[in-house]
């Protein structure tokens, strides 16, 4: 009888710990990759302003750090600040409606892009946190559906994720679709192969134009959330015969095949869009340059 509690405790244990860690977006490489492009896009008065804030640490190194925080009781209060999820059916999020006290990702990145130009108080968390949150409104399943919990609540087999397990939905979008796409290489790899596309004119069909102006920070992150509620509804919700994913469903070769396209322009825009945002923020007027920089 004892054991039985004890293995029952053990697993209830790591059900909720998976959970839990199942509720950042794109995972380690997908926010790298997010971060390895926005890189490549800034001008040089906005990489030396970053570079400066960050002590010399590219943006790819601190990506994951939101994620690495919000377990900690002193950053409890950010995990709602990663997603903007609306009910079932709904293909569109709305910020009176979906942003529970005025807290999700829509609202933290123009909390964070406005501290960021305020100086009002650490800048370096403050653009630590601007950079993940540009990822995260980008996963689609980070503007998904409540009641499963952004697809965390629904358990697939993904066929071509090689591991022959059990996934829940939300973490197919995070990293088993990445991983499976880059296979040996590395996350660096792939961020240059979407950086060369954009250079040559691939993923211009976005609307980034707000995102040119640091003023507009929460009207950027909301055309990427509407951006996402609709990719969730019509790519990750459904499979590639366009019937409704359920738990026990098994995801194919072909699944993948049709949402990596998806997924890699996904990344694409919110590299492009990080990087607007931030060449806005830190612009190439010497003298708020000067400013921004003797704040570190």
Known sequence: ??????????????????????????????HRIVAEIAQQ???PKASQSVTSVLDGSPMSAIATWADEIDHKPEFAWTKCMHYIDASKGVCFVDTNKDCAKGCCVVKAIAN??????????????ALKF????????HQPLHAGHREDKGGNLIEVMPDFSGQHKRENLHEVWDGVLIKRYLGRNDWKKFALEIVDKIQ????????????????????????????????ACEFAYINEGGIEIKSGDRLTDQYYESRIVVIAKRLALAGIRLGELLNSIFPEDRELQQAVVETE
């Open 1 to 30: 009888m004892l054991l039985a509690l004890i293995l029952f405790q053990m697993k209830t244990s790591l059900f909720v710990a998976g959970l839990v860690g199942l509720v950042t977006a794109w995972g380690p490489d997908g």
């Open 112 to 125: 964070y892009t406005s501290r960021i130009m305020d100086k009002t108080e650490d800048v370096a968390d």
């Open 41 to 43: 896009l800034l001008s």
């Open 130 to 137: 601007l950079v993940h949150f540009m990822g995260d409104v």
């Open 200 to 231: 040559n004119g691939e993923y211009n069909d976005g609307d980034t134009a707000s995102c040119r102006d640091a003023m507009k920070g929460e009207i950027c992150a909301l055309t990427a959330a509407l951006e996402s509620a609709e990719n």
